[in-house]
């Protein structure tokens, strides 16, 4: 089969590689979708172990060979979580395959989904429901799925006032949630090309602090409290302390991106505002059917899809993914 493999330190090639076999909870996937993340990205450059590694961990297929499954069948269409969870390990056992104690994940720990198949645990599958489609399926395993979980850690209110900083599709699919809830959202983000997906998918309020004073906008919008509650999206320094910044007092901050390392100052924000600050991380399989149903009424962020590649295209589609003016960048092999 056709396969993306990184060598390790940003090198990739195309590579011919044997097809492989299920084995106990496996399952075999076709990959219809797979959908480019910046996870990917910052595997490719780093050393991944093991290596080489084929890609990608935003997967839908259908199951097409399976050897000893529980309830997997082949022909089953499914969307793949971005872990491989063991299913049997205290934390699988409550759902929470996330925290799975014998963690593997697709695309790093283990071959993903930019290949032609995928070997898959049968814990990763999500059932597909007819109506939505693979590229539905491929949102719906991260992108839609994190930022469902993170969003839900802030109790939202109805008419709370919500700050989303940052406005990469996990950002973008937060303000969505949000909206969906009842909150009165606002989007804060510098990139040119997000700000008009962020329009297209209709974020009503959108602030770019490169041009905009967003501690103005913030008092504004909130008549000089703050936000009731931000959802840190950005990843770097910048949008941390904008995040504390925001938030009103007694807010809550809840961190979906990966921020490496950033100071904080808990005499100057925290302690005096009594923030909560949270972490999040993917999601949990007792979130799904609510995940689908929002997803069923709130079918256009199918539209953070802007690119397609063939597997053959790798080179120009993870450059073009890195050069920020794309949303979700698809293979579909
Ligand atoms: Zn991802
Ligand atoms: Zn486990």
């Known amino acids: 089969m056709k396969a993306i493999r990184f060598l390790g330190n940003g090198r990739l090639e195309l590579a011919d590689v044997p097809r492989p076999t299920p084995v106990g909870d496996e399952v075999l996937v076709r990959v219809r979708v797979c959908a ?7 595997y490719r450059f780093l050393a991944p172990d093991p290596l080489p590694v084929i890609p990608g961990h935003e997967i839908a297929g259908d199951v097409i060979d399976v050897d000893r499954p529980q ?3 082949p022909g089953e269409r499914v ?3 971005v872990h491989a969870p063991c299913g049997g390990c205290e934390p699988c056992r409550r759902g929470d395959g996330a925290f799975c104690e014998n963690l593997s994940k697709y695309g790093s720990l283990r071959d993903g989904g930019n290949a032609e198949y995928v070997l898959a645990k049968e814990t990763s599958c999500l059932p597909l429901p007819d109506d939505f489609t693979f590229d539905d399926g491929a949102l719906i395993g991260d992108t839609l799925g994190t930022a469902w979980h ?6 939202l209110l109805p008419r709370e006032k919500v700050l989303v900083v940052g406005g990469g599709p996990i950002g973008l699919a937060c303000a969505r949630i949000a909206i969906w809830l009842g909150a009165e959202v606002t989007l804060a983000e510098i990139g040119a090309h997000r700000i008009a997906l962020a329009r297209a998918l209709n974020i009503p309020r959108i602030v770019n602090p490169n041009t905009d004073d967003l501690p103005a906008a913030v008092a504004e919008i909130t008549a000089g409290r ?7 999206c950005g990843g770097n320094e910048a949008t941390f302390q904008a995040a504390l910044d925001a938030a009103r007092v007694g807010g809550k901050v809840v961190l979906l991106s990966m921020v490496k390392s950033a100071p904080i100052s808990p005499a100057a924000v925290v302690c005096p505002k009594e923030l909560t600050i949270m972490g999040s991380w993917n999601f949990n399989s007792r979130e799904y059917r609510q995940i689908v149903r929002f997803y069923r009424a709130n079918r256009d962020i199918v539209n953070l899809i802007t690119h397609r590649f063939p597997l053959a295209r790798a080179e120009d589609a993870y450059a073009l993914f890195m050069s920020g003016k794309t949303g979700k960048v698809v293979f579909q092999p």
């Open 36 to 42: 480019m993340c910046s996870t990917d990205v910052r």
């Open 71 to 73: 309830y997997v069948k």
């Open 79 to 81: 969307a793949l979580t």
């Open 150 to 155: 993170g969003v839900g850690k802030l109790n």
């Open 226 to 232: 703050g936000f009731d509650h931000v959802a840190e």
